[in-house]
């Protein structure tokens, strides 16, 4: 969708959330859209807090809303923590512009009050009610189909059509990009618009986000609200770049796209039309691609409060490294437990199996071999793996037998990442240590094993 081409135009987007409870995947594949499009037209995107049915509203929600889109990295530029030009950012406090607004239309006779009622309605013509939508097209709907239209209740409460209406209108909204739930709306809000002799926006309504397996995104049906996807360690540039996707592919057909290359490529022409089901497996394996795609120094930051890293005694340069190595191996940042830890753990932790294989008198050879053999090899993970094949053919020992001890003295365990990698995590002294504690004949360990030629 291009947009508009006025001189005053200017792309102006808003999500104007509910703060009702979590914010589910659904709302915020609706802000994601409409971050996106704001930033590829170098426009604003607006938070604009529907908190009228006070009865709904839960506390801590507009917290709550923040929190996940702070977390997805879809800031607004206006709103209520931001300010900005069109305050406030809260509909409930924007009552008495609503009700200015509906004195307007009494004066130009476009609104009237019925009878002894108070309620200020809107005059409507019959005839149809046109307004075209980017994926459904022209939609007509005749007046007389739409009943009253009350803009303000008898208790001096604007409603909800005329809030939205008003709001939008007074924050210079351009495109309107909601679910496609509000598409009945739409009709009332139009003719609002005629009545103040507003061009309305562009309306995008987008298609719905089912649950996993199709239905109702629920809390019953796998994670609802997208701060859940946070607590079981997706990555957020993976819940943005899925739900970016969903009912829509970049041209060139490329699913795993940084939040650059999505601005770059939105293009909302592109959104069909079909309802969408959250596939978490996709979703899962975006996250992987961008936690591989993450800087080491980031991805150590992430990773350092899901790590016992006290207990582990890492340090920056420890989760760096392990940063380095194994992002290939994670897909959620909670597999950190599962793929990192393990190495770390002190290798007397491993199972009695792991252990027995240390008593084997071939096993101490292949331990002196490995200490040998990295004690002066440089401290990457290549070098290192091709140091200790060296180690092995130079001893005419056969893998089956010279890896597992090797592996065991250092990690404990029996199966795990290619050795190389296992010893640069480790760190050079960390591993000279633990080869050193495994060989029982080997003079004392001495803490530090980086140091003199204990073999
Ligand atoms: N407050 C509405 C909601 O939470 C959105 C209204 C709109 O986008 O027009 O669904």
């Given at each position: 969708?291009?947009?508009?081409?006025?001189?005053?135009?200017?792309?102006?987007?808003?999500?104007?959330?509910?703060?009702?409870?979590?914010?589910?995947?659904?709302?915020?594949?609706?802000?994601?859209?409409?971050?996106?499009?704001?930033?590829?037209?170098?426009?604003?995107?607006?938070?604009?807090?529907?908190?009228t049915?006070?009865?709904?509203?839960?506390?801590?929600?507009e917290?709550?809303?923040?929190?996940?889109?702070?977390?997805?990295?879809?800031?607004?530029?206006?709103?209520?923590?931001?300010?900005?030009?069109?305050?406030?950012?809260?509909?409930?406090?924007?009552?008495?512009?609503?009700?200015?607004?509906?004195?307007?239309?009494?004066?130009?006779?476009?609104?009237?009050?019925?009878?002894?009622?108070t309620?200020?309605?809107?005059?409507?013509?019959?005839?149809?009610?046109?307004?075209?939508?980017?994926?459904?097209?022209?939609?007509?709907?005749?007046?007389?189909?739409?009943?009253?239209?009350?803009?303000?209740?008898?208790?001096?409460?604007?409603?909800?059509?005329?809030?939205?209406?008003?709001?939008?209108?007074?924050?210079?909204?351009?495109?309107?990009?909601?679910?496609?739930?509000?598409?009945?709306?739409?009709?009332?809000?139009?003719?609002?618009?005629?009545?103040?002799?507003v061009?309305?926006?562009?309306?995008?309504?987008?298609?719905?986000?089912?649950?996993?397996?199709?239905?109702?995104?629920?809390?019953?049906?796998?994670?609802?609200?997208?701060?859940?996807?946070?607590?079981?360690?997706?990555?957020?540039?993976?819940v943005?770049?899925?739900?970016s996707?969903?009912?829509?592919?970049?041209?060139?057909?490329?699913?795993?796209l940084?939040?650059?290359?999505?601005?770059?490529?939105?293009?909302?022409?592109?959104?069909?039309?079909?309802?969408?089901?959250?596939?978490?497996?996709?979703?899962?394996?975006?996250?992987?691609?961008?936690?591989?795609?993450?800087?080491?120094e980031?991805?150590?930051?992430?990773?350092?409060?899901?790590?016992?890293?006290?207990?582990?005694?890492?340090?920056?340069?420890?989760?760096?490294?392990?940063?380095?190595?194994?992002?290939?191996?994670?897909?959620?940042?909670?597999?950190?437990?599962?793929?990192v830890?393990?190495?770390?753990r002190?290798?007397?932790?491993?199972?009695?199996?792991a252990?027995?294989?240390?008593?084997?008198?071939?096993?101490?050879?292949?331990?002196?071999?490995?200490?040998?053999?990295?004690?002066?090899?440089?401290?990457?993970?290549?070098?290192?793996?091709?140091?200790?094949?060296?180690?092995?053919?130079?001893?005419g020992?056969?893998?089956?037998?010279?890896?597992?001890?090797?592996?065991?003295?250092?990690?404990?365990?029996?199966?795990?990442?290619?050795?190389?990698?296992?010893?640069?995590?480790?760190?050079?002294?960390?591993?000279?240590?633990?080869?050193?504690?495994?060989?029982?004949?080997?003079?004392?360990?001495?803490?530090?094993?980086?140091?003199?030629?204990?073999?």
């Open positions: 969708m291009t947009p508009p081409t006025a001189s005053t135009a200017r792309v102006r987007t808003r999500f104007a959330p509910s703060p009702t409870g979590a914010l589910h995947l659904g709302n915020a594949r609706t802000a994601i859209l409409n971050w996106l499009f704001a930033r590829r037209h170098g426009g604003a995107f607006v938070l604009r807090l529907e908190d049915d006070t009865e709904r509203a839960v506390a801590g929600g917290e709550m809303i923040y929190e996940a889109l702070d977390w997805l990295g879809i800031p607004p530029d206006e709103g209520p923590r931001e300010g900005g030009p069109f305050p406030p950012y809260r509909q409930l406090a924007r009552a008495e512009r609503h009700r200015a607004r509906a004195e307007e239309l009494l004066e130009s006779g476009k609104a009237f009050r019925s009878g002894g009622e309620a200020i309605r809107l005059r409507i013509e019959s005839g149809p009610v046109e307004f075209t939508d980017l994926l459904k097209g022209t939609l007509a709907i005749d007046g007389d189909d739409l009943g009253d239209l009350v803009l303000v209740r008898s208790d001096g409460r604007p409603t909800y059509n005329f809030a939205v209406a008003v709001d939008d209108i007074e924050m210079e909204i351009s495109h309107v990009i909601r679910g496609v739930g509000h598409l009945s709306n739409t009709p009332k809000q139009v003719l609002l618009y005629r009545a103040f002799g061009e309305p926006p562009a309306f995008v309504h987008i298609p719905t986000v089912l649950a996993p397996g199709g239905g109702k995104l629920s809390k019953r049906r796998g994670a609802a609200g997208v701060l859940d996807y946070r607590e079981r360690g997706f990555h957020p540039d993976a943005l770049n899925y739900l996707l969903l009912s829509w592919s970049s041209e060139d057909g490329e699913e795993f940084s939040r650059e290359a999505l601005v770059e490529r939105i293009d909302l022409d592109r959104l069909g039309a079909a309802d969408a089901e959250v596939d978490e497996e996709k979703m899962t394996w975006l996250s992987g691609q961008h936690l591989r795609a993450e800087p080491a980031q991805l150590a930051r992430d990773w350092a409060p899901r790590l016992d890293v006290e207990g582990l005694g890492l340090d920056d340069a420890d989760l760096r490294r392990a940063a380095e190595v194994f992002a290939k191996r994670t897909r959620l940042h909670s597999d950190v437990t599962s793929e830890e393990p190495i770390y002190a290798p007397e932790t491993g199972g009695s199996a252990r027995e294989l240390l008593s084997a008198p071939a096993s101490e050879t292949a331990i002196r071999l490995a200490h040998a053999a990295w004690a002066d090899t440089a401290w990457r993970p290549e070098p290192l793996a091709t140091a200790l094949r060296g180690a092995m053919r130079d001893a020992l056969a893998g089956r037998t010279f890896f597992p001890p090797v592996r065991v003295a250092l990690t404990g365990q029996l199966h795990g990442p290619d050795l190389g990698e296992v010893a640069y995590a480790l760190g050079r002294e960390r591993t000279l240590s633990r080869l050193s504690s495994a060989m029982p004949s080997a003079p004392a360990a001495g803490g530090d094993g980086a140091g003199g030629d204990p073999i």
